[in-house]
């Protein structure tokens, strides 16, 4: 009982703290051995850290640690080389201002699917939403939503090959690819995208009859609505660091877009690149190959559940590369960039490596045996639906997708694989339901992500939680529950 109250104390306390700003590198080791503490044992706290959460953490960085960085470092050359700001253009300029919502949630969601870094399209995004926004005379409070609904949402979790990392998590877990349940994925993505499409339009008309257009705001306070005096709150995927690097690579990045132009079609080849190379490893060049000599060479490797994150990476090597080349003699300081984009990845990988450390260590109580058969056993005949509860739970709590996603199969991976076999569900279901239940709860108000969105747009959750919840939340709950329906009648497609 007293392990059980511990686990719930310390989750509570992390949720608290972090949206009070503290970093979760301190504190999920400090709730993980609180945990122990009030569990009684005391002797265990020390060992609990030093063997147990570091030892989860060191295993999440060895799986994933790639990933992070090649992602964070394909975003910030997409940013710095100009080919974000052309593609958002070239959409805008197609679909007017009379259409800016439409026109922002494409933009957030090309540059997204294609690899950049969420944080880096929103910072690269808000100007051109701005403008698009006021000149259409649609309320600025909805450009949050607006940029969610295309970064945070469909592209992030459902749309077949993103390379998002929540797309990569289950990977390890369930010997699946970032193309898990395919259709199925298209059909979540399309119920987000056209529902949250759908929601914020009628939130505009609403506006206009009630005569409410942009609005007066301070448009010229910081970059992108950030005063310089105030950093946003900290998150457990981001932190105010993370918000003053983007401050100063977003001015870089500008500076550098007016002087060397990047066209469409030059922008677009990278992005292309990561899903097509990724797609073409998977389901032509790895499955013709002969792993047995690999394997005898490392005994432990576990072929199957690596081929996976092996396509992701080398996709973004090569998209990285060819970005680099394409833009030979137009860089400002590639040097600067290719550090940066390095740097940006070091703060998201420890933040959630430390969540999954804490995991560990909660999972290693004997309180955590309750709570494990009562999440189970929510549906001892469909564990879709005991999955999903999961891990949108955990992403709520954590205020993180990933953070909630790894903490989940860290603990719960194992019996959840066992229990598809059991119920003869595709793994591949399995994948895709917890990626999409993971983008359920994740942006609560405490969410780092969500903390950092305002501050970039200068506004406040009272202006524009309410839209951007519907748009991240509720919508993409009723697209989980309409996946494991499907799912659980026709089976994985």
């Given at each position: 009982m007293f392990s059980t109250l511990a686990i719930i104390i310390t989750l509570f306390l992390l949720m608290f703290f972090a949206y009070r700003g503290y970093s979760v590198l301190i504190l999920a080791p400090i709730m993980a051995t609180l945990a122990v503490f009030l569990s009684g044992n005391f002797l265990s706290s020390i060992p609990a850290y030093t063997d147990v959460f570091m030892g989860a953490l060191s295993g999440f960085l060895l799986k994933f640690f790639p990933i992070f960085l090649l992602g964070a470092l394909f975003g910030r050359l997409m940013a710095d080389s100009g080919a974000a700001t052309a593609i958002a253009n070239t959409v805008v300029e197609k679909l007017g201002a009379s259409k800016?919502?439409?026109?922002?949630?494409?933009?957030?969601?090309i540059l997204t699917y294609g690899g950049v870094s969420l944080f880096v399209v929103a910072f690269a995004i808000y100007p051109i939403?701005?403008?698009?926004?006021?000149a259409a005379d649609i309320p600025k409070r909805l450009i949050p939503a607006a940029i969610a609904l295309g970064s945070f949402t469909f592209t992030m979790t459902a749309l077949p090959g993103t390379p998002a990392i929540q797309n990569a998590i289950p990977i390890p877990y369930y010997n699946t690819n970032v193309f898990a349940a395919p259709i199925l994925g298209i059909i979540g993505g399309t119920i987000m995208f056209i529902g949250g499409w759908l929601w914020l339009q009628s939130r505009a008309r609403k506006a206009n009859a009630a005569g409410e257009g942009y609005g007066q705001h301070d448009d010229d306070v910081g970059v992108g609505g950030i005063d310089a005096k105030k950093e946003p709150a900290n998150d457990t995927t981001?932190?105010?660091?993370?918000?003053n690097i983007a401050k100063s690579n977003l001015a870089t990045s500008s500076a550098m877009q007016n002087t060397h132009q990047t066209s469409f079609t030059i922008a677009m080849i990278p992005l292309v690149l990561v899903i097509a190379l990724n797609a073409l490893l998977t389901y032509?060049?790895?499955?013709?190959?002969?792993f047995s000599g690999l394997q005898a060479q490392f005994p432990d490797l576990n072929i199957d559940g690596s081929l996976g994150l092996w396509s992701i990476i080398i996709s973004l090597v090569v998209a990285c590369i060819v970005l680099i080349v394409l833009r030979i003699g137009h860089w400002n300081n590639l040097q600067k960039t290719i550090n940066r984009g390095t740097y940006d990845s070091m703060l998201p990988i420890f933040n959630t490596a430390s969540e999954v450390g804490y995991g560990a260590v909660i999972?290693?109580?004997a309180g955590f045996l309750i709570i494990r058969d009562n999440i189970l056993n929510l549906s001892p005949d469909n564990p879709l639906i005991s999955e999903a509860v999961a891990m949108t739970t955990l992403a709520g709590i954590t205020g993180s997708s990933s953070g909630g996603l790894s903490i989940a199969l860290s603990t719960l991976g194992d019996d959840y694989l066992r229990m598809a076999v059991e119920a003869g569900i595709d793994p591949e279901l399995m994948h895709r339901v917890a990626v999409m239940a993971a983008g359920g709860l994740d942006t609560l108000p405490h969410s780092g992500a969500v903390i950092t969105l305002f501050a970039i747009c200068g506004l406040t959750h009272k202006q524009s939680y309410l839209n951007l919840a519907m748009v991240t939340m509720v919508i993409?709950?009723?697209?989980?529950?309409?996946?494991?329906?499907?799912?659980?009648?026709?089976g994985s497609f």
């Open positions: 800016a919502i439409l026109a922002v949630i494409l933009v957030c969601a939403a701005k403008d698009l926004f006021k981001n932190n105010a660091a993370q918000s032509a060049v790895f499955p013709s190959l002969d999972a290693s109580l993409p709950l009723i697209a989980v529950t309409s996946i494991i329906i499907l799912g659980t009648m026709f």
